[in-house]
C-alpha cells in the first residue's frame, strides 16, 4: 500500500516541478519581452543627428554622455541581476521536486516491495 502512495507522491513531485520550470521559462521570455520593447522605446527617443549637432558647443557634453551610459548601464546591470536571482530561485526548487518525484517514484516502482 506504501508502495501506491509513493509512486502518487512522487508524480504529484514531478508534475509540480514541470510547472515550476515552466513559470521559470515564463518570467525568461517576459524579461525578454520586457528589454526588447525598452530597446525600441529608447532607439525611438535617441535625439537626432541634428539635435546632437547643436550639442556639440556645449564643452562638457562628452562627459554627460559618459555619465549617462553609466547609469543606463547600472540600471540594466541592477535589472537584469534580480532577474536572474528569480529564475536561479524558481529553477534550483524546480529541480528538487523533479528530483524528489523521481526517487519516490523509483520507490513507488521497486519490484517486490519496500519491504516494510
Same mark, same amino acid.
Given at each position: @500500500?506504501?508502495?501506491?502512495?509513493?509512486?502518487? *507522491?512522487?508524480?504529484?513531485?514531478?508534475?509540480?516541478?514541470?510547472? @515550476?520550470?515552466?513559470?521559470?521559462?515564463w518570467? *525568461?521570455?517576459?524579461?525578454e519581452r520586457t528589454e526588447a520593447e525598452r530597446a525600441a522605446f529608447e532607439q525611438r527617443i535617441r535625439p537626432s543627428p541634428m539635435m546632437q549637432q547643436q550639442q556639440q558647443s556645449n564643452p562638457h557634453q562628452p562627459m554627460h554622455?559618459?555619465?549617462?551610459?553609466?547609469l543606463r548601464f547600472q540600471r540594466d546591470a541592477l535589472r537584469?541581476?534580480?532577474v536572474r536571482g528569480m529564475r536561479r530561485s524558481w529553477f534550483t526548487a524546480a529541480m528538487t521536486f523533479i528530483a524528489l518525484g523521481f526517487l519516490l517514484q523509483i520507490l513507488g516502482s521497486w519490484p517486490g516491495g519496500l519491504g516494510f
Open positions: @500500500m506504501i508502495q501506491q502512495w509513493c509512486n502518487l *507522491a512522487g508524480l504529484t513531485f514531478d508534475f509540480v516541478g514541470v510547472i @515550476m520550470l515552466a513559470y521559470e521559462w518570467i *525568461a521570455l517576459s524579461a554622455d559618459y555619465m549617462r551610459e553609466t537584469a541581476q534580480g
